[in-house]
Structures are given as C-alpha cells and as structure tokens.
C-alpha cells in the first residue's frame, strides 16, 4: 500500500479534505500519491502543507478532466501539470463554471419531477468544484433516495431525465491540453469503455497519451491482468488508483488500497521531467 494515484478531496467531490487526505495516506506510511480533483488543483496547496509532516510521503499534482465521445465519457488523469500557469487555471475556471449552469439545470428538472432540492443546498455541499455527487447528496438528504448510486441510476446518469449537459473537451484535445502545460496524460477507469478500448486508445496515444489505468478499485484479478496486456502492447504506464471520494454508497476501497507499482510513478515523473521520487 505505497502509492495511490487518483485521489479526490473536498477541492471537488471528494468528502475528505486535502489535509484529512493526506494525513490517512502519511499515517498509512504510503510513499506516492496524486491529489486528482476535477476541475480543479485548488487542493494541492493545502495537501503540500500537510505533507510537510510526513517526509516519506510525496504528492504529485494531478487533475481529473471528464471529456465526451458519443454515448460515453472518457476521463483523463494529468500529472505534474504547471499549476502555476494563468492560462491552464482559466481553462479550469471554465470548466467548474459550466458545472454550476449545469448542476442549477439538473436541480430545475429535479424540482420540475417534483422533487424541492434547492440548489443553494448543493452549492453549501459542493466546498469546491460541483459535481453531481452532490446533487445526489442533496437528493439523499430530501429523502428522494436511499443511497447514492440511486441517483445516477435513477434521474442524473447520462441518459438519466435529470441530466443536463455542460462544457467539456474531447478526449484528444483534453491530452493535447495535459500536454501543452508540460503535463503527462493517463487515460482512467478503461472499464468504462471497454468495448471501444483500442479505438479510443489509438486516437488519446496519438494525442500523447503515455499510459492507462491498470490497477482500479472494483478491477478483478483478471480485468488487471487483461489491462495490462494492452498496456504492455502498447508502451502505456500501468497506471491506476482507489478513486476514493468516500462518498459511500459505491462498494468503495479506501486510500491506498488499490496498489500501484512503484515503477510507474517514477516513469511519470521521467517522463515529466522530473527527478525520481526518492523512495
Ligand atoms: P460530474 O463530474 O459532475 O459529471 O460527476 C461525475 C462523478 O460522479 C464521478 O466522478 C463519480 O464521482 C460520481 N459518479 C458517477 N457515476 C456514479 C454512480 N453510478 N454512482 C455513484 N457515483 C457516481
Ligand atoms: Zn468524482
Ligand atoms: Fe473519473
Ligand atoms: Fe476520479
């Protein structure tokens, strides 16, 4: 249980905050993670200060992008992205933007099927970038569900009547976009699109692409095994991470629970052009 690399805190939908996150991964004695947060690294500032009391511990700054393909999403992992840079923090401003008119639309269509969830509860729910997870926290809390998973099922998964669209990049521009800022693009949970894998891949490794979740919460012995095949074939870092946002209701694996070769991390920062992490 030594390195996590996706990761989200409170900066997004994660329930943890930047400091409770790192803190479970120092008292862990974990030695790699990546704070991932949608839309958003305004998490990692906090996360380094923590980290200050645990000198085994190295974060690498990350970001989640969500990107669409016909029927489908497709997120990408960047890491080591300059977060410094004024013109890769507008772009993230945008995206957290069109989350806001999007959450306001799927709470009018919630309350247009009869449900009063307030859109001001979400916001109160949502500390950082808003997402649907909360809108379904909201949905839990009016007693319209009995667990998360039910929202997405019920109202706003993507074809849910409740789903409203917003601003996002293809998955190819979304690489170009992690490249372009000196950043290393992952693609995540390849799961999720399992049956178009090798035609999404050719398109994102075109784009710079340079490795794949391999190691994912929920992946069986044999997903990880088939993943890796792929990867290996194709010159991908296996890549991979629990995806904690402790929201619940998911069968969720904790911090650190999904592990992640060592190897990969350093060939991240490799490729970043970073030293190696001294672990
Ligand atoms: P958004 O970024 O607002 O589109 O929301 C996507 C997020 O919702 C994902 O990152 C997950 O955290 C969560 N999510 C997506 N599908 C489900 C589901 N079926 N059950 C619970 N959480 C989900
Ligand atoms: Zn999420
Ligand atoms: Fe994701
Ligand atoms: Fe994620």
Redesign the pocket.
């Given at each position: 249980m030594h390195v996590d690399l996706h990761l989200?805190t409170t900066a997004?939908?994660g329930v943890l905050t930047p400091t409770q996150l790192v803190t479970l991964a120092g008292q862990r004695g974990m030695k790699i993670i990546a704070v991932t947060d949608?839309?958003t690294t305004n998490g990692l500032a906090e996360a380094y200060e923590t980290a200050k009391a645990f000198p085994e511990l190295n974060i690498i700054p990350g970001i989640?992008l969500?990107t669409d393909i016909p029927g489908n999403?497709v997120?990408i992992l960047g890491y080591f992205i300059d977060q410094s840079d004024s013109d890769f923090q507008a772009k993230l401003a945008e995206f957290r933007e069109s989350?806001v008119g999007r959450?306001k639309r799927m709470v009018e269509l919630l309350n247009e099927m009869g449900m009063s969830v307030k859109w001001e509860r979400v916001q109160e729910l949502a500390q950082g970038?808003?997402?649907?997870?909360h809108?379904?926290q909201a949905l839990l809390e009016g007693g319209y569900i009995s667990e998360?998973?039910e929202?997405?099922?019920k109202y706003i998964?993507r074809n849910g009547p409740a789903y409203a669209e917003?601003y996002k990049m293809g998955p190819a521009e979304a690489v170009g976009f992690i490249k372009s800022f000196n950043g290393v693009a992952v693609m995540a949970h390849p799961f999720d699109v399992i049956n178009n894998l090798d035609s999404v891949l050719d398109q994102l490794q075109g784009a710079g692409l340079v490795g794949m979740e391999v190691h994912y919460q929920g992946y069986s012995t044999d997903l990880v095994a088939q993943l890796a095949g792929i990867a290996k074939r194709r010159g991908l870092i296996p890549c991979g991470g629990s995806?904690y946002?402790g929201?619940g209701?998911?069968m969720e694996i904790g911090v650190g629970e999904v592990d992640v070769p060592i190897e990969s991390a350093q060939q991240l920062a490799g490729l970043a052009g970073k030293a190696p992490f001294r672990v």
């Open positions: 989200h997004s939908d949608h839309d989640e969500s999403e997120h989350r959450g970038a808003v997402g649907r997870p809108v379904a998360i998973k929202a997405f099922d998964g917003r995806d946002h929201m209701s998911r």
